[in-house]
């Protein structure tokens, strides 16, 4: 690259986002002759969904910070198009790096991509098969016109194969999951959050829109979540999205058995995954934390994108019909955590990528 300064534009908006960023960040702050910029889109604004990652995470401070929140898909991607476009023609980027599958996501690869930025894809190659949920729309159409796809598994790198990404000009690198270098950097600064959490609890996070905007598959999974209550405590940290649909609801947030928390910072989260008996979720990166962390995941859920957890028993996705959720916390409850197979990367991918991305 001799004496020129690689400069690169991060687009986040999102709390996982944010966590992926945190280890990618400080790997590429490691080489002088790379600058970061980091725009923040908005969609996660409350200080607890997105400042509090900054600061314990030690995330740079963004160089652009918007406000674009709480509107629909088009809208939303739309807006943010429109303020990262601005961005891309004045600082000129040599790439735009995207992570993940949210509507930030789209919106920087497409806004790049038209001004002939090139892209760069962290978890690339991830599917779920199911099109009804708008973060399959966002990735397929990231890695579709990405020119460097990180992928975390050999799963996703097939994937991109299939589609016939590695036939064309595309580079796609296996990468590992940046999210295993986030619990491996982080789980030794872990943090009890200010809170009095029960000996033994069962982990569960639930904001997926198929399932908290439903009001009938979110009284299900409530029905189900109570129910299991009669036997393990739960601890909810609850996203800001499913406090809203359990409002719009009418369901009793604060006598119910379920023990609901605010949503917590990463080094709270490790924590909690850390003591907790299980994982029951719908969020995707959870599903490998819980591994990460050796516990066992029930996913709430119809399909996973991190099939290979499936594949080794150590994640069991249920759907969200009562019986079976009731039925699976039974038969995983005193199981002994057993994880030998080693999967998604040795924990270095943040590594991998900053490599990458200089010598490209
Ligand atoms: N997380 C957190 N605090 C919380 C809930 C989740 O730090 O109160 C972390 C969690 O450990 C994981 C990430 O947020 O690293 C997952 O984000 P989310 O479930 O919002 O999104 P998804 O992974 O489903 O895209």
């Not at 963004?62 to 674009?68: C, N």
């Not at 439903?214 to 299900?220: A, F, K, S």
């Amino acid at each position: 690259m001799n004496n020129h300064t690689l400069k690169i534009v991060t687009i986040l908006g999102a709390r996982p986002q944010f966590i992926k960023a945190a280890v990618v960040s400080r790997a590429l702050s490691k080489y002088p002759d790379i600058q970061e910029i980091i725009v923040h889109t908005g969609q996660h604004f409350d200080p607890n969904m997105s400042q509090l990652f900054f600061e314990e995470m030690q995330l740079p401070k963004p160089s652009y910070h918007f406000d674009i929140h709480g509107l629909p898909h088009g809208a939303l991607t739309g807006r943010m198009m429109e303020k990262i476009e601005e961005v891309l023609m004045d600082e000129k980027p040599d790439w735009v790096l995207v992570y993940g599958d949210t509507d930030s996501t789209l919106a920087g690869a497409l806004a790049a991509k038209k001004l002939h930025i090139r892209v760069a894809h962290v978890e690339a190659g991830l599917r779920s098969y199911n099109e009804a949920m708008p973060e399959e729309i966002n990735r397929i159409l990231t890695d579709r016109i990405s020119d460097l796809l990180f992928c975390p598994s050999e799963t996703a790198m097939n994937q991109l194969c299939k589609e016939g990404r590695l036939a064309n000009d595309a580079k796609v690198v296996m990468s590992g999951d940046v999210m295993k270098d986030a619990a491996r950097q982080f789980a030794p600064l872990m943090r009890k959050p200010a809170t009095t959490l029960p000996d033994r609890y069962i982990l569960c996070t639930l904001h997926r829109t198929e399932n908290v905007d439903n009001p009938q598959v979110l009284n299900q999974l409530l029905y189900a979540l109570e129910q299991t209550c009669n036997s393990s405590p739960i601890v909810c940290p609850l996203h800001p999205h499913t406090r809203k649909s359990l409002e719009t609801i009418g369901y009793p947030i604060d006598c119910s058995p379920i023990q609901f928390i605010e949503p917590v910072g990463y080094l709270e989260m490790l924590y909690l995954l850390n003591h907790c008996t299980l994982v029951m979720t719908d969020s995707g990166g959870l599903q490998k934390e819980a591994y990460y962390m050796r516990k066992y995941c029930i996913t709430l859920r119809n399909e996973t994108e991190w099939t290979e957890l499936v594949g080794c028993g150590y994640n069991h996705v249920v759907g969200t019909e009562p019986a079976a959720i009731l039925q699976t916390v039974q038969n995983l409850m005193d199981v002994p955590p057993v994880f030998p197979i080693p999967l998604y990367g040795d924990g270095h991918a943040a590594e991998v990528i900053a490599e990458t991305m200089k010598g490209r």
